[in-house]
């Protein structure tokens, strides 16, 4: 019987498990048609970065590894405040608002399943970058952006 265990070694072989990709599929086709509400509705989309961070990203790190410069505005906010208007159920709502709730309410449950250390971020003043991010693996995070429009 021959030995190669040096062979491998040198030639590791790299085995996708497919399910993050599955995971980000299924968030993505999710997201499809749903907006986040402000003063102009706006589509959220997935995002997904590089950051060396064990244990949760803070303000500077969203901005350092974002590529937001210092004097721009940014903070973390409550993970409820994201969802707050996304997860409401008014009483007007037709089925197609209430079909849109039911599909964030999906969308929030994967990620707090796939995700380590979520967290939400608002980024900018009037036009706001809102983020929604969480860890993906040692290296990599990701999560959902969309634009905030305060007036």
Same mark, same amino acid.
Request: aromatic share 10%; net charge negative.
């Given at each position: ?34 907006? =986040? ?8 989309? @997935? ?14 790190? *969203?901005?350092?590894?974002?590529? =937001? ?22 009483? @007007? =709502? ?23 250390? %979520? ?11 809102? =983020?929604?991010?969480?860890? *993906? ?6 999560? %959902? ?7």
């Amino acid at each position: 019987m021959e030995n190669n265990q040096q062979d491998n070694l040198q030639n590791p072989v790299s085995i996708e498990s497919g399910i993050e990709t599955g995971f980000i599929s299924e968030v993505t086709s999710l997201l499809k048609n749903l907006f =986040y509400p402000s003063e102009s509705d706006e589509p959220i989309e @997935w995002i997904k970065f590089n950051a060396s961070v064990k244990d949760g990203l803070i303000v500077s790190d *969203l901005e350092f590894f974002l590529g =937001y410069p210092p004097s721009v505005k940014a903070e973390e906010i409550l993970t409820d405040n994201f969802w707050a208007p996304l997860l409401a159920v008014e009483e @007007w =709502y037709g089925d197609e608002e209430r079909a849109q709730v039911e599909n964030f309410k999906s969308v929030k449950q994967l990620l707090e399943t796939n995700l380590n250390h %979520l967290k939400a971020f608002r980024v900018g003043q009037i036009e706001i970058d809102l =983020y929604l991010v969480g860890q *993906l693996n040692e290296k990599e995070w990701g999560g %959902l952006k969309t634009l905030l429009v305060e007036t």
